[in-house]
Nanobody, 125 residues
Framework: VQLQASGGGLVQAGGSLRLSCAASGRTFSRNVMGWFRQAPGKDREFVAALSWNGGSTKYADSVKGRFTISRDNAKNAVYLQMNSLKAEDTAVYYC???????????????????WGQGTLVTVSS
């Protein structure tokens, strides 16, 4: 099983990026998917999570109104649209999947069983 995150890069403050996470090896169409990030010298933190059918979302307060998580179950993929980026959004972003079906939109990284390798987002001020 593999989660492949992509779409990171260097962007100016106020700009936008769209991260993608493609899963392979099994389907996650009935699983919660999430995004986390880790800035240099800091712990990994929750960013957003999405229920299996897209009906429920959860966001960290720091990204509410700016980031949008979405998924395409037909493509076994999850996305993170990031707008109005700030310097403090600079981090390595990881996608994650809950191994159990029909779970809640967890913000606890311990609830996720599968992790991507991370993609670096750098926001210049």
């Amino acid at each position: 099983v593999q989660l492949q995150a992509s779409g990171g890069g260097l962007v100016q403050a106020g700009g936008s990026l769209r991260l993608s996470c493609a899963a392979s090896g099994r389907t996650f169409s009935r699983n919660v998917m999430g995004w986390f990030r880790q800035a240099p010298g800091k712990d990994r933190e929750f960013v957003a999570a999405l229920s299996w059918n897209g009906g429920s979302t959860k966001y960290a307060d720091s990204v509410k109104g700016r980031f949008t998580i979405s998924r395409d179950n037909a493509k076994n993929a999850v996305y993170l649209q990031m707008n109005s980026l700030k310097a403090e959004d600079t981090a390595v972003y990881y996608c994650a999947a809950d191994g159990s079906q029909y779970g809640f939109t967890w913000s606890d990284p311990g609830k996720y069983d599968y992790w991507g390798q991370g993609t670096l987002v750098t926001v210049s001020s």
